[in-house]
T-cell receptor, first 110, second 113 residues
Framework: EDQVTQSPEALRLQEGESSSLNCSYT??????LFWYRQDPGKGPEFLFT???AGEEKEKERLKATLTKKESFLHITAPKPEDSATYLC???????????FGKGTRLSVIA | SQTIHQWPATLVQPVGSPLSLECTVE??????LYWYRQAAGRGLQLLFY??????ISSEVPQNLSASRPQDRQFILSSKKLLLSDSGFYLC????????????FGPGTRLTVL
């Protein structure tokens, strides 16, 4: 059973059409939730870390929020350069490794 | 600032051949280091992680091995590659202590023929 589930698997948006990506997790004792952006053929690029329910972080057109069971990555008025795969990961605690979801592939069409 | 390097960027190897991928980190000391493999439709799979020189933890049994001969150097190896070893290999680092963000390198695309 997957501990981290991202939805949708793929999302196609028109430029300027705002939307949200979801990351739900079943683990308890969350010690951090991480969002990354990955362009084709490149390593993931860090975006945000969230640690507690109710926390929000913003960067340009992106805003990440966290509840007790899920996180949302809101994309406001996206541009074609926002097209990428967005990965979510959780850390359970201590020196435990991150557990990654399979990602959401976002395409923004001009 | 910290930077992470991986080489080679791409590699095509025959089945049964050996493998050595290298990762180095600059600008930090005693980092945690990680090797991941990313296959299409399967997400990131943690292979190995290390909290110090000579300390390697394996997450998935396979024909791969890892070594950390120096503080900021992490090597992924295999004696005999399998077709199933093809994929995108990523190295990452984080600050010691484990609670911090992981930062990824540019990756190595390995194709085993």
């Amino acid at each position: 059973e997957d501990q981290v589930t991202q939805s949708p698997e793929a999302l196609r948006l028109q430029e300027g059409e705002s939307s949200s990506l979801n990351c739900s997790y079943t683990v308890s004792g969350l010690r951090g939730l991480f969002w990354y952006r990955q362009d084709p053929g490149k390593g993931p690029e860090f975006l945000f870390t969230l640690y507690s329910a109710g926390e929000e972080k913003e960067k340009e057109r992106l805003k990440a929020t966290l509840t007790k069971k899920e996180s949302f990555l809101h994309i406001t008025a996206p541009k074609p350069e926002d097209s990428a795969t967005y990965l979510c990961a959780v850390r359970l605690g201590g020196n435990t490794p991150l557990v990654f979801g399979k990602g959401t592939r976002l395409s923004v069409i001009a | 600032s910290q930077t992470i390097h991986q080489w080679p960027a791409t590699l095509v190897q025959p089945v049964g051949s050996p493998l050595s991928l290298e990762c180095t980190v600059e600008g930090t000391s005693n980092p945690n280091l990680y090797w991941y493999r990313q296959a299409a439709g399967r997400g990131l799979q943690l292979l190995f992680y290390s909290v110090g020189i000579g300390q390697i933890s394996s997450e998935v049994p396979q024909n791969l091995s890892a070594s950390r001969p120096q503080d900021r150097q992490f090597i992924l190896s295999s004696k005999k590659l399998l077709l199933s070893d093809s994929g995108f290999y990523l190295c990452a680092w984080s600050l010691a202590g484990g609670a911090d963000t992981q930062y990824f390198g540019p990756g190595t695309r390995l194709t085993v023929l």
